[in-house]
């Protein structure tokens, strides 16, 4: 496998360097890398005009694939770890798919660096030659978006929600500086938030030849912006956040809004689905359930708390504890949901 490795510094600090893939959508010779090299380099420097690139080659990439499990026939899925942005995790917090047709492939959600998306990278070309034509996106938080410039940079489609170029473009520069800081700075290389005006927007399906997915647009739930993906050949649905599994989930849209969604799905036809956080695949609809249930007590106990006369300060206090064996990451996540709960709900 040959693929464009570039030496990529920050301007400003000629000493933060990182090498990183530079790919085409489609498998190259080591001939047509080089041919084609020049023309790609430039078009990278016009994108990237704040790193200086000092070196390259066409070779095989010195680069892990990212462990990955076949869950269906053609459909390959990375799960991520349950920890905190760190530089050793390089943002590897997120689940990853990538799904195989005939012609093409389909990747969904992109990791929180690049990094990690290179890692998804190598991994599909363990599995297949054919090219990589779409990124889907299922919503805009960073440990799933921050490594699609790999993508942008490949000229990928990159599918999403309608909300999501502006819920994205909103955050961009709180992400781009505090996923620095919790990652480091080589890690964030590359890791940049992608220009929003190149995201397709209203897109119902796409075909990889012979296998069909197809989007939905979700009301305001887990965010305002999630993008719910099925294979009707394998009768898989990637749920993004809106489904997390041993990892506690995070609320930054509306918690009734994300029941309500949950409670409506429970009479889609589907096998398994993909949860956003949590193992591989899970069984449906059963596997909505511990999410169902986390947020079902949140709103809840918040209830009880406002009916009370209790303030913010001491609902979140107590909201959610009585969940906090079901799950990993609690401590880092509760408070903000029970939060989230209370300014919501205090005005029923």
Known sequence: MIELVITVCLSQDIGVCADHLLPEATSLTSAQCEASAEARIAQWQAHHADLVMTEWACKTPDIQPLSVAEIASGIWVHKGLHEVPTPQNAGDLANISFVVGSDAVAVIDAGGSRDVAEGVWMAIRQVTDLPVKWLVLTHMHPDHVMGASLFWDADVQIIAHEKFPSALASRAMTYDANFGILIGAERMILSNVIP????????????????????TKTATAHTDNDLRVFD????????????FAE????????ITGWLGVLDEMKTF???RLVPGHGPVALSWPDGMSATYGYLSAIAKETREAINQGES??????????????NWELFDEFNARNATAAYTELEWE
């Open 247 to 254: 990892h506690t989930p995070a609320l930054d849209g509306s």
């Open 269 to 271: 036809e589907a096998d």
């Open 196 to 215: 929003t005006e190149d995201i397709k927007i209203d897109v119902g399906e796409i075909n990889l030849g012979g296998r069909i997915l197809t989007f």
């Open 232 to 243: 009707d050949q394998s009768r898989t649905i990637w749920m993004g956040d809106l489904v």
């Open 312 to 325: 913010l300060g001491m609902a979140i206090t107590h909201v959610g504890e009585s969940q906090r064996e």
